[in-house]
């Protein structure tokens, strides 16, 4: 195939139906799905070939089963009303929400699956774009299933020696209809209030044995192993155990399905009760023992013991060897070999009962001369220990003393010693010889720390529990006291270990860390972030214990900006879980997400709009767990304030500010540019296009026209009528070019023209505007033609008194073509110095009135071709100002074409000045022609009444060629100064 063949195959590729690259498409979870109820579920929906903002809306609705046809509403990114009433309250409390992947993605959480939640799902997008084209909805459908899953081991203490075997068995079983598959799985907890669980096996779904990492040798050498005995028991077996394996072991069983993608689904996962597993440590560096070369004395016989101490490179090391009787110390050799007897040996010492000597650096001898009863030794020896050296108040301490050597009955006591408290022991638990138990006073009430159990576990091992501690009091030394009974004696041994208990009292004053979106950290007092675009607040707190184990409740505040003196709460997080939203916050709910991890806490809000501006703090609370019920928080803190700002988007609109000017023949077309330099690659423009009439300088600019982004057009008040609008067209020829097209251009077009371009760009809630620039201006000039009419120029002022009627003459003088047309135009001047016109005759006959409440007041004439004389009905005030009219000569050049202007002519001024209504009877009677004719001829008359009024105003007249004067030519006498006072 040749380039053209290759080239034309790919064109019509493109133009094939759906192959479009602009057109939008919505693809939602393949179905359908099955999942189990109580469980948390996802659906994801995403959008592709869109216009608009990057960031889309979704709105996730539902078909019942029952009801197949009919829509139910469910959640919306961008309509917290959209619930209907059944969904309303689950996602108010975030039961259901929606969570944003990306702008064109998201996730419906489901968080606990209900039976009546099976349906068909839609996930709609409302359109962005200029025009319909593709998908905008998919759906998807998902059945809930009974969740059958199960898994149980017997919860227990296990005390193994090093190299011992540890096995457990966890019983899982299912009986779900569909085809899933099963892993199971062995984790270890470390500590009680560890929160990372550490994997030491697990059966994968494919039936694949996968090892922790720190399990992964162990399991190839044989030493750790997962077999499956039964059809519902999976037992682990850990050989050669290890002081690392201690801790607390479970077993976690999930249930998985195939979805229709092919992709695996874990539906289910439990979990079992834990085993605590204690592994005693063989002394493998440092070992200690001791032997007697006699087995049997009598007293008064000779006791040789040796204290061999058995250690790697023990010539080059130093040791404190100490040497005692039934735990009180007898002698000791310090690190250098000095010998120390205490007190009541030294004595026996000096008189040669007791000796003792270095025999070698590993080799300690001591021996007893003439033995007595009191110097039989015990060979028991006991340690203490703990699995839970710092606990959180509340939660449980497990103490193990452990005994060997013993040959006879053993009877325990354990004591407590408070920190800080240099006090007496409290006793707490004592196990006598033959079993029997007794608590402590302090400890007798099971209402306080629950019910202590102390138990023997093994033949020397024996376990205290104490499941509830109080508070840091229940902290400090913990004792074991074991007494050997033989023979009507005793021996005794003791040890102790250290817990420490951290009340709720010492959490950390929490603080905020606000986060941009490229995660760049920094402690902020004021956030300023981009309307439309997300942001993150992280509420960190600091404390002495970890949150995984104890109850937490989290709560956002919110001030308003500008404050309104208080804050208000936002939302809740309960220690169950459960989301609580305050009142009055819809401009949240639906864009807010909660997020925990550790010791952080983090409010995340979507696309922010002007109502999410104001100030944010947080708030932590954490309870015990067992006062949780008392309704009163152990501990409390509250961050500082972090201001948010949400400002739009800085604009970086230029216009070309160039001047410009543009000459035309009168009829002809033209068109004046407004050219944007710059601005963002997805704003949208309103044009508002202006004339800036000829002088004076300073008049006003006249509104033409503005085309808004949605390109609907507003004339200005000048320019409204049908047949301005005609002339006056805004056009866009490119994405940056705009035109301001004038049809048939005549003289009265003429000014400086000019565009103010606004810009507006789509955000969260709709379009808003970023800025604006206003162009250079462009000088419309007409070219006159060279032929002039004729017009009367004689300047003039005329009265005309309110109400009445006035005419303002405009005669055209001379001849014309026959073919030729006539056009004329009023025009008057206004106080703001701009000029308006008042109407236009057009050469076909028709009159045009700019503004229509002229209509019916102005008439012209037309009493001969030649005369365009203006008649004004009903004077008003406002009337007043200075009139001209102008005549244009039209002719067509042939037939079919336009009519071209031949030439044209100005009136000179007419200055219109109003006189208000009479409104006296006296001004109505001296303004009447028949008493003027009486003062005239009768002076008596006229002296009569100057006596009789006081005073009297004569005038001069100058009598008119009639002898009569009217009201009218008494006002323009009176104005030509023809009229004076006597």
Not at 354 to 379: H, M, P, T
Request: with cysteine.
């Amino acid at each position: 195939m040749g380039l053209a063949q290759c080239l034309a195959a790919a064109f019509l590729f493109l133009l094939l139906p759906g192959l479009s690259t602009g057109q939008r498409e919505v693809t939602v979870q393949k179905g359908p799905l099955y999942r189990v109820t109580g469980s948390h579920v996802t659906l994801w929906c995403k959008v592709s070939g869109y216009q608009g903002p990057a960031e889309q809306n979704f709105q996730w609705s539902i078909y019942l089963p029952l009801a197949p046809d009919r829509e139910v509403q469910i959640v919306s990114t961008i309509d917290p009303s959209f619930p209907y009433a059944v969904y309303a309250q689950r996602v108010h409390s975030r039961g259901i929400y929606v969570e944003r992947v990306q702008g064109d993605a998201v996730l419906l959480h489901i968080t606990d699956l209900q039976d009546r939640d099976a349906g068909e799902y839609e996930c709609h997008t409302p359109s962005t774009d200029e025009r319909y084209f593709g998908s905008y909805s998919a759906k998807t459908n998902l059945l809930v299933i009974a969740d059958t899953l199960s898994a149980s081991m017997a919860p227990q203490v296990l005390t193994r020696a090093e190299g011992d075997t540890v096995e457990l068995t966890c019983e899982v079983s299912k009986s779900t209809a569909q085809h899933t598959h099963l892993s199971v799985g062995w984790y270890r907890l470390q500590g009680a209030g560890e929160s990372h669980a550490e994997e030491v096996l697990t059966l994968s779904k494919d039936f694949v044995l996968r090892p922790g990492p720190s399990y992964t040798q162990r399991f190839l050498a044989g030493d750790v192993r997962l077999n499956k005995v039964g059809n519902t028991t999976y037992k682990l077996s850990i050989g050669g155990v290890e002081l690392s394996d201690q801790g607390q072991l479970y077993c976690e069983a999930a249930e998985w399905i195939q979805d229709p993608d092919e992709t695996w689904k874990d539906i289910s996962r439990k979990q079992t009760e834990r085993t605590l597993l204690m592994v005693m440590s063989q002394g493998r560096d440092l070992s200690v023992d001791i032997a007697a070369a006699e087995t049997s004395l009598s007293e008064g016989d000779t006791l040789h013991l040796n204290c061999m101490v058995g250690a790697q490179k023990s010539s080059s090391r130093h040791f404190q060897v100490l040497w005692l009787l039934n735990g009180v110390e007898v002698a000791r050799f310090d690190p250098h070999g000095v010998l120390i007897w205490e007190d009541e040996y030294e004595e026996r010492a000096k008189l040669r009962q007791l000796r003792a000597f270095k025999q070698s650096n590993v080799v300690y001898v001591l021996i007893i001369y003439e033995v007595g009863l009191k110097d039989n030794e015990s060979r028991m020896r006991l340690s203490v220990s703990t699995s839970t050296p710092q606990v959180l108040a509340g939660d449980a301490l497990i103490l193990l003393c452990e005994v060997q050597g013993a040959t006879g009955p053993v009877s325990v006591q354990w004591w407590h010693l408070p920190p800080q408290h240099p006090g007496p022991r409290v006793p707490v638990a004592t196990m006598e010889r033959d079993g029997t138990l007794s608590l402590g006073s302090a400890y007798q009430d099971s209402a306080t720390r629950g019910s202590l159990r102390l138990e023997k576990v093994g033949s020397g091992a024996f376990t205290l529990v104490i499941p509830n501690t109080l508070d840091e009091g229940d902290g400090g030394r913990y004792g074991c006291e074991a007494t050997e009974w033989s023979r009507g004696q005793s021996w005794t041994e003791e040890g102790e270990t250290a817990v420490t208990v951290s009340s709720m009292g010492e959490l950390g004053h929490p603080y905020f860390w606000a986060f941009k979106l490229d995660m760049l950290e920094a402690r902020l007092e004021e956030q300023v972030d981009i309307y439309g675009q997300s942001f993150e607040l992280v509420c960190q707190v600091s404390a002495s214990y970890t949150f995984e184990e104890v109850p937490v409740s989290v709560g956002w505040l919110f001030q308003p900006s500008p404050p309104t003196g208080h804050y208000h709460k936002l939302v809740w997080v309960l220690p169950n879980g459960t989301v609580a939203w305050g009142a009055a916050q819809q401009h949240f709910q639906g864009k807010a997400q909660l997020t925990k991890a550790a010791t952080s806490f983090r409010l995340r809000i979507h696309s922010a709009v002007a109502a999410n501006e104001g100030t944010y703090q947080c708030e932590v609370e954490v309870w015990r767990r067992n006062a949780l019920t008392l309704g009163q928080p152990a501990a409390t803190a509250r961050s500082n304030a972090v201001g948010i700002k949400v400002v739009l988007p800085e604009s970086k609109l230029q216009v070309s500010t160039k001047e410009s000017s543009v000459e035309i023949a009168g009829g002809a077309d033209t068109a004046i540019e407004c050219r944007i330099m710059f601005a963002q690659s997805n704003s949208q423009f309103t044009v508002t296009w202006y004339l800036l009439p000829p002088p004076p300088a300073d008049a006003t600019p006249l509104k033409i026209v503005r085309a808004n982004y949605s390109s609907i057009l507003e004339y200005g008040a000048e320019f409204s009528s049908p047949t301005q609008k005609s002339r006056f067209l805004s056009q866009r020829v490119s994405s940056d070019v705009f035109w301001l097209r004038i049809l048939s251009a005549n003289p009265r077009d003429q000014g400086r023209y000019y565009c103010v371009v606004e810009e507006w760009l789509w955000l969260v809630d709709g379009w808003h505007k970023l800025g604006e620039g206003a162009s250079g201006r462009t000088t419309l000039e007409f070219k006159l033609p060279e032929r002039e009419l004729h017009l009367e120029k004689t300047n003039r002022s005329i009265s005309a008194r309110e109400g009445e009627e006035v005419t303002l003459h405009c005669l055209l003088r001379g001849t014309r073509p026959p073919a030729a047309r006539l056009s004329a135009t009023w025009f008057r001047g206004e106080d703001s110095g701009h000029t308006g016109s008042l109407l236009t005759l057009h050469c076909d006959g028709a009159i045009e009135y700019p503004q229509e409440s002229l209509a019916g007041r102005l008439h012209l004439r037309r009493p001969t071709a030649g005369d365009f004389s203006l008649t004004m009905h009903s004077v008003k005030k406002s009337d007043a100002g200075v009139y001209h009219c102008q005549v244009q000569e039209w002719q067509q050049q042939s037939e079919g074409k336009d009519w071209a202007l031949q030439a044209l002519a100005r009136s000179e001024y007419i200055q219109l000045t109003t006189i208000p209504p009479e409104s006296t009877a006296f001004s109505k009677i001296c303004s009447s022609p028949p008493l003027l004719n009486f003062i005239l001829y009768l002076p008596l008359v006229l002296i009569l009444l100057l006596a009789l009024a006081g005073f009297c105003w004569c005038f001069k007249f100058r009598k008119s060629k009639k002898g009569n004067v009217t009201g009218d030519q008494l006002m323009e006498l009176q104005g030509a100064g023809e009229v004076k006072k006597i």
